[in-house]
């Protein structure tokens, strides 16, 4: 399988903030492939896709190795810094984190965990500012189930 077929679709962690409530927010994951790559929206549940707090362009870049970088960037194609997930195949899926060199515009560091799996999209971000202090996020994984 490509690593397209692993994010394609839509994606919910509905049973995750049902079992921990207060810990997790429901939020609904979308990919889709556009005619130069991909596009993703990120919105939480009540709020409605048209009201995403994340949306993004993405390409994907194989190199001979097997592993695949996402670079990530802006709605108009310009890129959003130097910030790249590398993944590599394993088992059944990818598993990745970023490159090093994500950040905020205000120049909060953002580490970045991701595993994609046939019918399961876990990630986590967790944001430092200069001084290693935390800002947002964690390590938990949020843990999506793709929708059938």
């Known amino acids: 399988m490509k690593i397209e077929d692993y994010v394609l679709g839509v994606w919910d962690n509905i049973e995750q903030c049902s079992m921990y409530p207060t810990e997790f927010s429901r939020i609904i994951v979308e990919w889709i492939k556009i005619p130069d790559g991909y596009e993703s929206w990120q919105w939480k549940h009540p709020e409605g896709k048209e009201n995403a707090y994340r949306h993004t362009l ?5 190199y001979d190795d097997g592993s695949v970088v996402m670079e990530t960037y802006n709605t108009d194609w310009t890129r959003k810094g130097n910030c790249a997930i590398v993944l590599t195949p394993r088992r059944n899926g990818w598993f990745g984190q970023d490159n090093g060199n994500c950040q905020t515009k205000n120049g909060t560091l953002i580490a970045t965990k991701m595993e994609l799996l046939p019918d399961l999209y876990r990630v ?6 200069q001084y290693g202090e935390y800002v947002f996020g ?3 994984f949020y843990e999506f189930k793709r929708r059938k």
Do not use: I, L
Not at 124 to 129: A, E, H, K, Q, S
């Open 124 to 129: 986590y971000d967790r944001g430092t500012d």
């Open 58 to 62: 993405h390409k994907f870049v194989e």
């Open 138 to 140: 964690g390590c938990q």
